[in-house]
């Protein structure tokens, strides 16, 4: 049972970005038709539990690519949270040290973590691109 993989490269000229285009199939988890034909001469039983054991590996992939999946969600998500609690935190500190009549400070801290967030966002979707 074979893993095929079909890659293209295409660069644009146009900022100077590259596209990639990758898929990644699996050939049938099946063996051909003549091999099962000839197996079924050799045990009658065997096809039936080919056919069984193909069922269960294939249930065991889409397990495994759910569970893949929600892993990555999961962990998204929770970077999502903690960015936006620290940007709330570092904009109420900022907050607190106007307040306390700190202006230049808290201003140059709130404009720090406005930047550093704003910067940080950037990256995440140039690395997802």
Do not use: C
Not at 111 to 121: D, K, P, Q, S
């Amino acid at each position: 049972m074979a893993t095929q993989a079909h890659q293209e490269k295409l660069t644009t000229q146009k900022d100077g970005f590259i596209i990639e285009h990758r898929s990644v199939y699996d050939n049938s988890l099946l063996p051909p038709a003549e091999e099962l034909a000839k197996l079924k001469d050799i045990n009658p039983d065997i096809v039936v539990w080919i056919m069984e054991k193909t069922s269960f590996e294939q249930e065991a992939r889409l397990n495994m690519a759910k569970y893949e999946f929600r892993g990555t969600r999961r962990y998204n998500m929770s970077a999502l949270v903690f960015a936006f609690v620290v940007i709330i935190a570092g904009l109420s500190f900022s907050t607190f040290l106007i307040y306390n009549s700190m202006n230049i400070v808290g201003t140059i801290f709130a404009g720090t973590t406005l930047i550093m967030a704003v910067n940080a966002f950037i990256q995440a979707s140039k690395k997802r691109n």
